[in-house]
């Protein structure tokens, strides 16, 4: 059985157990976790699902080597992957793309969303490093067209020259799309859809599995008081408030 399916099961038979509101002490609570069985080799396989998907490349080597858990993908494909998103993240865009074709030329033939959203973070960059005239031409040529065929990509276009009717920025309302932020978001987008191609998640299944813990929580704090994980950095569980 999976462990996304082992988590399943132990939550429906704690939620079960805790059909009224009671108290749960810490021996039932500890006793009910021991109970879960979860094979080591689930584990390392989570772990170095959370490795390839971050990119850590040297470490999910490492991991390897002394875990025996083989990867889904050639761990030759993270440096390129990071590459990549690298680039984005440093706004050199023209060279991202170069290296996603070099990659898979499919990826941005098949994704007209992100191939603009890879073009919009290079106008933002020539706007951003004042080569007004370049923008404005760059624009017309390479993101026009594609905003009279599709209506989202031109209201993202005309937020996008937005950023040039103002001398400060700061008061632009559309000036976050200069943030940092906006290249990070670009950058995640990128990245998942390498991911794609190579047949992995785009996401990594640690984060879902605490969001499922998280949730879980929230569910049976309506129906019990029970020993409760507040810090997932620690995972201590604390004692219930009585």
Not at 7 to 15: H, S
Not at 85 to 102: C, Y
Not at 170 to 196: F, H, M, W, Y
């Amino acid at each position: 059985m999976s462990l996304f399916w082992l988590v399943i099961r132990q939550l429906a038979e704690i939620e079960a157990m805790a059909a009224s509101k009671k108290v749960i002490t810490r021996e039932e609570w500890e006793k009910k976790l021991n109970d879960v069985k979860i094979r080591k080799e689930d584990m390392n396989r989570l772990v170095m699902n959370f490795l390839v998907t971050e990119g850590y490349v040297e470490v999910a080597e490492k991991f390897r080597m002394e875990s025996g858990t083989e990867p889904d993908i050639d761990l030759a494909t993270i440096t390129d992957r990071m590459a990549v998103k690298k680039a984005v993240q440093s706004g050199n865009v023209e060279d991202a793309i170069e290296k996603v074709n070099d990659l898979n030329p499919e990826i941005l033939d098949t994704n007209p969303q992100l191939f603009f959203h890879l073009q919009q973070q290079r106008l933002i960059e020539l706007i951003r490093n004042g080569k007004v005239e370049e923008a404005l031409e760059f624009a017309q040529e390479e993101l026009a067209p594609r905003g009279e065929e599709n209506q989202s990509f031109l209201e993202e276009l005309e937020r996008t020259v937005a950023l040039l009717a103002f001398e400060d920025v700061s008061n632009c309302p559309v000036g976050e799309l200069l943030d940092i932020s906006q290249r990070l978001k670009t950058a995640s987008e990128v990245n998942a859809a390498i991911l794609t191609s190579q047949s992995h998640e785009k996401d990594p299944k640690l984060p879902s599995l605490l969001k499922m813990l998280i949730w879980a929580q929230n569910q049976l704090d309506e129906k019990a008081a029970y020993p409760r994980i507040n810090d997932l950095s620690s995972a201590i569980l604390e004692d219930p408030t009585v």
